[in-house]
């Protein structure tokens, strides 16, 4: 099964900064991989898909990219409303699913 | 607009089962899978199986195989996931999402259900 390594599993960052999340697959899965956005307490919001598609309505700050086992997501400028968990997530064909660890994005 | 509107609360003694049902609106409901994702507390996402309401046929994650059951009513538009043979660690939150039908992404997704299973 393909294993998603998602790194790190926190950190911490002033507003206006630039932070950067990945994710490593353990084989090659294309741009399979979407991202996801969840506060606490409530239910995991769809960011980016197939890598690096901005979902509607997503503030162009958030990006993804990468390609085959490694993979990035960037925000280009920190806002206060950006603290949350970050998780990648793996499909292919069936689909089968998997999401990474997650990425916890604390503000200063 | 596309909504996903899952059952209450429960609590479930070890060795018991949960029904969680996740009722659909908005949109066509056998045109799209419907995916079921849990987290523990303080825990990251872990994703459970997939249904199809079209077919009724489902996937299940390996961990799962045995324990779970995808089933859908068409004429309430509503998906269930039930779990049996619960132990302490199957407390979570448990959610339901609509697979968009390219590229696997889950949106929306139900406000999640959270089960508690203690003595």
């Known amino acids: 099964d393909v294993q998603m390594t998602q790194s790190p599993s926190s950190l911490s960052a002033s507003v206006g900064d630039r932070v950067t999340i990945t994710c490593q697959a353990s084989q090659d899965i294309i741009t399979y991989l979407n991202w996801y956005q969840q506060k606490p307490g409530k239910a995991p919001k769809l960011l980016i898909s197939a890598a690096s598609n901005l979902e509607s309505g997503v503030p162009p700050r958030f990006s993804g990219s990468g390609s085959g086992t490694f993979f990035t997501f960037t925000i280009n400028g920190l806002q206060t409303e950006d603290s949350a968990t970050y998780y990648c997530?793996?499909?292919?064909?069936?689909?089968?699913?998997?999401f990474g660890g997650g990425t916890k994005v604390e503000i200063k | 607009q596309v909504q996903l509107v899952q059952s209450e609360t429960v609590v479930r003694k070890p060795g018991a089962s949960v029904k969680v049902s996740c009722k659909t609106s908005g949109y066509s409901f056998t045109g799209y899978y419907i995916h079921w994702v849990r987290q523990a507390p303080g825990q990251g996402l872990e994703w459970m199986a997939w249904?199809?309401?079209?077919?009724?046929?489902?996937f299940y994650a390996q961990g799962f195989h045995g324990r779970i059951t995808m089933t859908g009513d068409t004429s309430i538009t509503t998906a269930y996931m039930e779990l049996s043979g619960l132990t302490s660690d199957d407390t979570a939150t448990y959610f339901c999402?609509?697979?968009?039908?390219?590229?696997?992404?889950?949106?929306?997704w139900g406000q999640g259900t959270l089960v508690t299973v203690s003595s």
């Open positions: 249904f199809n309401p079209d077919s009724g046929r489902a």
């Open positions: 999402a609509r697979d968009s039908g390219t590229n696997s992404r889950l949106d929306p």
């Open positions: 997530q793996r499909f292919d064909d069936l689909p089968r699913v998997t």
